[in-house]
Each structure stands twice: as structure tokens, then as C-alpha cells.
């Protein structure tokens, strides 16, 4: 685990089916998360990510120093609109962000709205 919390050469970080639900799980992948500056991809597909693990997901880019972020999937976890609206501040500040990719959420009108806000509020490149 520490050597990939130090790693600074890995450029995409996926992980499918993995158990991200236990925020210690989380924890161990936030240092990589946020001090990567070559870092432009992540996917954490069906990883039960849920409240917890998105809020420290949300804290790890918010602090990151380099806006490398180009794909971002968490499709197919376990968050719906309420976890979604706390994390569209950090998807405010990925700029290079050009692909979120969510679905297989319960992400609702609510969710919806915050990201519709989320991209009108800023220059988006999302595609």
C-alpha cells in the first residue's frame, strides 16, 4: 500500500469489484489520490462506493495541486442525489475533467440538478 500512496508515474488508477464501502479502504487509496500529479484517469466501477468513500474521494481531489483529472468513472456503486450534491463542489474544481461517467447510481432529479448547476456554473469540458 505505501508504495502506491507514493507512486507518481501511474497515470490511471481502475479498480473493478472491489470493496471501497469500508472508508479504511478509501483512506489507503486518498494519498495516492491527491499527490499523483500525472494521475488523469480513475475508475472505480462496482466497488460499493457509498457516502463515506465519497466524501473521502471528494477530500483527496479537492486538495490535489494538479488538475490532471480527465476520466472519472464510479459507475455501478452504491451513492445516490444527497452524496452526489457534496461531491459536485469537488467536481467543480477538476477543470480538465472531459468524461464523468455515473451511471448504475441512485442518482435522482436532485443529482441531476446539482450537476446541471455544476456545469453551468463553470467552464466545463465535459463532453
Known sequence: CERLQNN????????HRINLRDPGNMNILAPFLSHNPNLNAIVLTRCNL???????????????????????????????????????????????????WLNGNGIGRIGCTSLIRLMKNQESNLE
Not at 507518481?8 to 479498480?15: G, H, S, T, V, Y
Not at 468513472?73 to 468524461?99: E, M, P, V, Y
Open 50 to 100: 457509498a457516502s463515506p468513500g465519497l466524501n473521502i474521494l471528494s477530500d483527496a481531489l479537492a486538495i490535489r495541486t494538479k488538475d490532471t483529472i480527465e476520466t472519472l468513472d464510479l459507475s455501478d456503486n452504491r451513492f445516490g442525489d444527497i452524496d452526489l450534491d457534496g461531491f459536485s463542489q469537488s467536481l467543480s474544481r477538476i477543470t480538465s475533467l472531459r468524461a464523468l
Open 8 to 15: 507518481r508515474c501511474i497515470r490511471r488508477l481502475q479498480f
